[in-house]
């Protein structure tokens, strides 16, 4: 089946959800008119030593994501070989075949298991920072043909700079001066990321990243001290994490 070659018009509901939770699904909606992609990832490096954040949506499949994204960021990112390109400012269009990962572990979680058969990356980097699109196809889907892959290396440019405008659009939202919009944006994008987090459980998060001690968190939500630390403790579990600073990482 024919799909029209991508131009940067199909992606008006993409650009008016930058900054936004729809995003990833609106543009892998757009990306779907003309070349089939199956999920598509966006993640922010900032530290090679620590595992980037995601964001994910999937059009087909996509029962192993989370599954694959705990594995991920629990050490698997090391062997990922996108945190080896360049961190100087400049656009990477990479086409990654599953059977050319040198890692087997990695290989195996990440893509046998998932059934994910390649992938394309858009790579962004600018001031010390690497902004990664990556789009996979399933093995039902087969490879990307030479035609497709041809089309999104010449849509990379603008895919990039679309992916450095949702990353910025949401620091800027964080980063609000209002401290409840603050606590909403953090409790969606902990929402958005993880949809097993109780809305208690979101309540405390949003706030550890806002610097809150457990007893203000505590005397904020008019809860005991002891309530705090579970719903800490339990939310910290479920997501993988061990400390604020990893926690703001897989949040922006």
């Known amino acids: 089946m024919k799909f029209p070659a991508p131009t940067p018009d199909a992606f008006a509901e993409a650009i008016a959800a930058l900054g936004k939770d729809a995003f990833a699904s609106e543009l892998l909606a757009a990306l779907n008119r003309s070349v089939p992609v199956d ?3 966006l993640m922010r490096v900032v530290d090679r030593t620590r595992p ?6 999937s059009w087909r499949g996509g029962a192993h994501v989370a599954e694959v994204q705990s594995a991920y960021l629990n050490g698997l990112y090391r062997f990922d070989p996108n945190l080896g390109l360049p961190m100087q400012s400049g656009v990477v269009f990479r ?3 599953r059977d050319a990962l040198g890692d087997a572990e990695y290989r195996e979680v990440c893509f046998v298991r998932a059934g994910l058969l390649e992938r394309l990356t858009v790579a962004a980097a600018d001031e010390g920072q690497l902004v990664l699109l990556n789009l996979y196809r399933l093995v039902q889907s087969g490879p990307f043909s030479a035609r497709e892959v041809a089309a999104m290396e010449g849509l990379s440019p603008f895919l990039a700079a679309l992916a450095q405008k949702h990353v910025g659009a949401l620091g800027m939202l964080l980063r609000s001066r209002n401290r409840d919009d603050r606590i909403a944006a953090l409790a969606a994008r902990l929402n958005a990321r993880d949809g097993r987090l109780t809305l208690r459980e979101r309540d405390v998060l949003a706030r550890v990243m806002l610097g809150m001690t457990s007893e203000g968190i505590a005397l904020d939500l008019g809860i005991g001290l002891n309530t705090v630390l579970t719903y800490r403790k339990r939310a910290y ?3 993988g994490v061990s400390s604020q600073a990893e926690l703001f990482s897989l949040c922006l």
């Open 95 to 97: 086409h990654l075949r």
């Open 237 to 239: 579990t479920r997501r």
């Open 52 to 57: 980037p954040v995601l964001e994910s949506a």
């Open 39 to 41: 999920h598509a990832c």
